[in-house]
């Protein structure tokens, strides 16, 4: 009878169900074990001009490479960091380290700039913002090199609550960089009214350019659209020789993708812009 029919078919979904929440729980006790015990990697993707093909600077990645269940991605562990309340003490990790490492490298490249991620969840947390202020005095960095990425999804949140809070970010000195643009529903207008200093196009509009017209067609007009409106724009994505140049004819100010570099940790990020910038043409040196 269909009535069995359905209570199988519940047992199924329920028995789905509860092997994601289980995989859920086990990452989240193991998320705050991980934190305690630093087992988290700021890997560093670098950013290039794509104008003058010199290194821009580097956007810091986390990586959580667990002893039994191995590398776990962020895409999966950062929603559960955000819902189990562990996101904060994540976030102040990824500040540290970072900042720690602009430290290092302000000092062989001076005008090196340093993106870092950040957790819509985090803005309301007045403590990261201290955080940030207390780190920047301490390693007297330049806040200018330092840019605070956001997602877009955030911005769907109430304008007036939302400018309030990157204001409190832009008077430190720091730019504000708005992430996988492209993915919500949110207005340039509304993104300018916000402030934002720099604009991400998705990599979902730049990986496979090279065949799809209209990724092309979006790209040049998001990329027009920022930069008169006075956003600097960076394309991540960036896979190929060929999509590296459309998109410096298009304007792109900076690019970052597999292309150009995977993510790397710091002791090789310092050998491989050693290698850069010893070189006469990144772009033949990066084709090979
Ligand atoms: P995102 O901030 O948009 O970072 C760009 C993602 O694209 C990274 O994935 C990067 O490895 C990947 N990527 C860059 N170039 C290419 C390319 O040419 N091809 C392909 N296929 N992928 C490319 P990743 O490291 O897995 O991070 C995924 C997302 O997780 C990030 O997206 C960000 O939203 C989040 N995330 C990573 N680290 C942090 C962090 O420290 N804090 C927070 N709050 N979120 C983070
Ligand atoms: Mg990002
Ligand atoms: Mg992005
Ligand atoms: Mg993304």
């Known amino acids: 009878s269909t009535k069995s029919d359905h209570s199988e078919r519940w047992q199924?979904?329920?028995?789905?169900n509860s092997v994601v929440s289980e995989r859920r729980m086990q990452l989240s006790s193991a998320l705050k074990e991980a934190i305690e015990n630093d087992s988290f990697s700021l890997y560093l993707q670098p950013q290039i001009n794509l104008a003058t093909g010199k290194v821009y600077g580097c956007e810091g990645l986390l990586r959580w490479f667990h002893p039994k269940l191995g590398q776990i991605p962020p895409d999966e562990f950062i929603p559960i960091a955000e819902s189990s309340g562990l996101i904060h003490s994540l976030t102040e990790l990824v500040l540290e380290k970072g900042l720690n490492y602009q430290k290092q490298l302000v000092e062989q490249y001076p005008g090196h700039v340093l993106s870092l991620n950040i957790s819509?969840?985090?803005?309301?947390k007045?403590?990261?913002?201290?955080?940030?202020?207390?780190?920047?005095?301490?390693?007297?960095l330049n806040p200018?090199?330092?840019?605070?990425?956001i997602t877009e999804s955030v911005t769907i949140a109430n304008e007036i609550y939302l400018k309030n809070i990157l204001d409190d970010y832009?008077?430190?000195?720091?730019?504000?960089?708005?992430?996988?643009?492209?993915?919500g529903y949110s207005s340039l207008a509304y993104l300018s009214r916000l402030g934002f200093d720099e604009l991400k196009i998705d990599k979902q509009f730049v990986m496979d350019i090279e065949t799809s017209k209209s990724n092309q067609t979006i790209t040049k007009a998001m990329s027009d659209l920022a930069h008169s409106l006075g956003l600097r724009v960076v394309a991540e994505g960036i896979e190929s020789e060929q999509s590296y140049t459309r998109l410096q004819h298009y304007g792109c100010d900076y690019g970052q993708g597999y292309f150009?570099?995977?993510?790397?940790?710091?002791?090789?990020?310092?050998?491989w812009l050693y290698k850069v910038s010893h070189s006469d043409d990144v772009k033949q040196y990066l084709a090979h």
């Open 260 to 271: 150009i570099s995977k993510p790397l940790a710091f002791e090789d990020y310092l050998k």
């Open 144 to 149: 200018s090199q330092i840019v605070i990425e």
């Open 170 to 183: 832009r008077s430190v000195g720091v730019k504000l960089a708005l992430d996988d643009f492209g993915t």
């Open 120 to 124: 819509g969840k985090d803005l309301a």
């Open 12 to 16: 199924i979904f329920d028995l789905a």
């Open 126 to 140: 007045k403590e990261l913002l201290v955080h940030l202020i207390t780190l920047v005095n301490q390693l007297n």
